[in-house]
């Protein structure tokens, strides 16, 4: 079974995020997977940022699964 997942970001990380686009790609099966409130550090065009989950969709088909997850900045600490 396929599974594809894709970052999407709110619109407040939108326009805090350089470099980084929408990414698409494909999951292996056991590898770790992130959960709502998880951080998630992606390269940009400043270095690494950093970002955090707030949202997954998952959407099943008969041959695959789609899940969205939505990133957004970092709650402050």
Do not use: K, W
Not at 8 to 21: K, N, V
Not at 48 to 57: D, K, L, N, Y
């Amino acid at each position: 079974m396929d599974i594809s997942i894709n970052f999407q970001f709110t619109e407040q990380a939108i326009t805090l995020r350089t470099g980084i686009p929408n990414d698409h790609f494909s999951y292996v099966a056991g590898a770790p997977f992130p959960d709502v409130g998880d951080h998630i550090e992606l390269p940009g065009d400043s270095g690494i940022q950093v970002f955090q989950v707030v949202e997954r969709v998952f959407t099943y088909r008969s041959d695959s699964i789609d899940i969205r997850v939505l990133l957004d900045l970092p709650a402050a600490h």
